[in-house]
């Protein structure tokens, strides 16, 4: 079955550091990599995603990609700021597959 | 254009007390798919409709049920409420079911605490 391993928060950077969100994936078939994120009281909003190998997804600074060697998708910022304080979910989608597989989520809290 | 919908925000109930929270997609998505957010078990997919008919159900009792009107609005049904249902429960709505790529958009989701 389709499972995603998340890297464990939460996490703490001063502002300015660079971020990165481990993500890995078991999956049958050629799944989409997706990032969600979720700030406080809220849903979740798609950050960014790719649907094939070499795909990278970016949005907003934020990068991902899609490597299908090591079944990654890890999640990188350069230059965090205290608004990137929310949590993070990768997750993964599969042709014939209604669902979604979360990852676990991954807590990040900027400090000024 | 207006995101997902769910009401109600915040809902109290007690032990062994029925509830029925509904969930308002984007206009013009015809699949609706309901999730289970707790701190232990993360998120969990509950089922996902398209067009009336559920096309796919996770590992919850059969106490969970849900089910789409002619307009795609969905509600989902906890019978017999137990302490660990409580939980925030998000629906999500994207264009058309089963394709891997579809972006699928939250609503705030609703917080139920069962006392």
């Known amino acids: 079955g389709n499972s995603v391993t998340q890297m464990e928060g939460p996490v703490t950077l001063s502002e300015e550091a660079f971020l990165t969100i481990n993500c890995t994936y078991t999956a049958t078939g050629y799944p989409s990599l997706f990032w969600y994120v979720q700030y406080p009281g809220e849903g979740l909003q798609l950050l960014l995603k790719a649907t094939k190998a070499d795909d990278k997804g970016s949005n907003k600074g934020f990068e991902a990609t899609y490597r299908k060697e090591t079944t990654s998708f890890h999640l990188e910022k350069g230059s965090v700021q205290v608004s990137d304080s929310a949590v993070y979910f990768c997750?993964?989608?599969?042709?014939?597959?209604?669902?979604?597989?979360f990852g676990t989520g991954t807590r990040l809290t900027i400090i000024p | 254009k207006a995101g997902v919908t769910q009401t109600p925000r915040y809902l109290i109930k007690t032990r062994g007390q029925q509830v029925t929270l509904s969930c308002s997609p984007i206009?013009?998505?015809?699949?609706v798919s309901w999730y289970q957010q707790t701190p232990g078990q993360g998120l969990q997919f509950l089922f996902e409709?398209?067009?009336?008919?559920?096309?796919n159900k996770g590992n919850f009792p059969g106490r969970f049920s849900g089910r789409q009107f002619s307009n795609s609005r969905s509600e989902m049904n906890v019978s017999t409420l137990e302490l660990g249902d409580s939980a925030l429960y998000l629906c999500a709505s994207s264009i058309i079911q089963g394709a891997a790529d579809t972006e699928a958009f939250f609503g705030q989701g609703t917080r139920l605490t069962v006392v």
């Open positions: 997750a993964l989608g599969t042709v014939g597959n209604e669902k979604l597989t």
């Open positions: 206009s013009g998505h015809r699949s």
């Open positions: 409709y398209f067009s009336e008919t559920q096309r």
